[in-house]
C-alpha cells in the first residue's frame, strides 16, 4: 500500500533596490508588481562540467584504497584563535586532523547538521594554514571555493576576524566584474581588486601568489591548480 506525505516549503524573499529605482517605487505606492526569479543555469553547468571531469582522475584519489597509510603529521599541536574552537574538543580535533594531513591526499569531510560549527571549524583550519608558525614557514595558498557570493562573503567576514590586522595581506576576495557594490557586505570590500575605473576586477598571478588565502565561488576562482597547498569548498553554510 502506498503511503503518501505532503511537504510544505515555506521561502521568505527580500527585494532590494538601488536609490535610483527607490525614488520610482516610492510614487507607486499601493501598486501591484510581478516578480519573476530566474534560475541561473551556469553555476550547474559548471558543476556537472566538474562531474564528468572526475572521470579523467586517477582512481586511486576518487576512491582510496582501505586502510589509508598514514603519513607523519605536519605539526604536533595548534593554538586556536576561536574561543569556540579552544572549548569544543570535536571541532579542535577536526581542525588538528586537517592541519597534520595524517591522511593526505585523502581529503577530509566536515559533516553535520545546520548550527554545529562547520563554517567556524573550516575558517579556523584555513587561518592556521597561514598563521600558525610551522605552517607559515612551508609558504601554504589556501584556496576557499563556496558555491554562491553570500557563502563566500560570510567565510571572507568570519576569516577577517580570525586573522586580526595582518588580514588585509593575506586575504584576497575575488568577485565578478558584473557584481554590484551594492551587493558587497561593506566588510568584504577592503578585500577585493578594482580596475582604474573603480569596477571590481580579477587579479593578477602576483597579487594571487602574494595573499595565502584567496576566497571565491566555484564558478569565479581564478586560481591555477598547481599553485594550491589546500583546498577549502563548503557545500552548505
Do not use: W
Not at 607523519?72 to 569556540?84: E, H, L, V, Y
Not at 562573503?153 to 580570525?162: G, N
Amino acid at each position: 500500500m502506498a503511503c503518501c506525505s505532503q511537504v510544505t516549503l515555506r521561502i521568505t524573499a527580500s527585494l532590494s533596490f538601488n536609490t535610483c529605482v527607490m525614488a520610482d517605487l516610492s510614487r507607486l505606492a499601493r501598486s501591484t508588481f510581478q516578480v519573476e526569479f530566474v534560475f541561473p543555469r551556469t553555476p550547474m553547468r559548471i558543476f556537472h562540467t566538474g562531474i564528468h571531469a572526475s572521470s579523467q582522475l586517477p582512481p586511486a584519489l576518487l576512491y582510496p584504497a582501505l586502510p589509508i597509510p598514514q603519513m607523519p603529521p605536519r605539526i604536533p599541536d595548534f593554538a586556536p584563535r576561536s574561543a569556540q574552537v579552544s572549548s569544543n574538543p570535536q571541532q579542535r580535533r577536526a581542525v588538528l586532523a586537517i592541519l597534520q594531513g595524517t591522511s593526505r591526499p585523502v581529503p577530509y569531510l566536515l559533516f553535520g547538521p545546520p548550527g554545529t560549527g562547520k563554517t567556524t571549524t573550516l575558517v579556523e583550519a584555513a587561518a592556521q594554514c597561514v598563521l600558525s608558525p610551522e605552517l607559515a614557514q612551508a609558504g601554504l595558498h589556501v584556496l576557499l571555493c563556496a558555491p554562491t557570493n553570500a557563502a563566500a562573503d560570510v567565510l571572507c567576514e568570519r576569516l577577517a576576524d580570525v586573522l586580526g590586522p595582518a588580514r588585509a595581506e593575506k586575504m584576497l576576495r575575488v568577485l565578478a566584474y558584473s557584481r554590484s557594490e551594492q551587493e558587497v557586505p561593506p566588510r568584504v570590500l577592503p578585500f577585493t581588486v578594482r580596475d582604474p575605473e573603480g569596477n571590481f576586477a580579477l587579479p593578477t598571478r602576483a597579487e594571487l601568489q602574494r595573499r595565502p588565502i584567496v576566497v571565491a565561488t566555484l564558478v569565479s576562482n581564478p586560481t591555477p591548480p598547481q599553485e594550491i597547498s589546500k583546498l577549502f569548498s563548503p557545500k552548505a553554510l
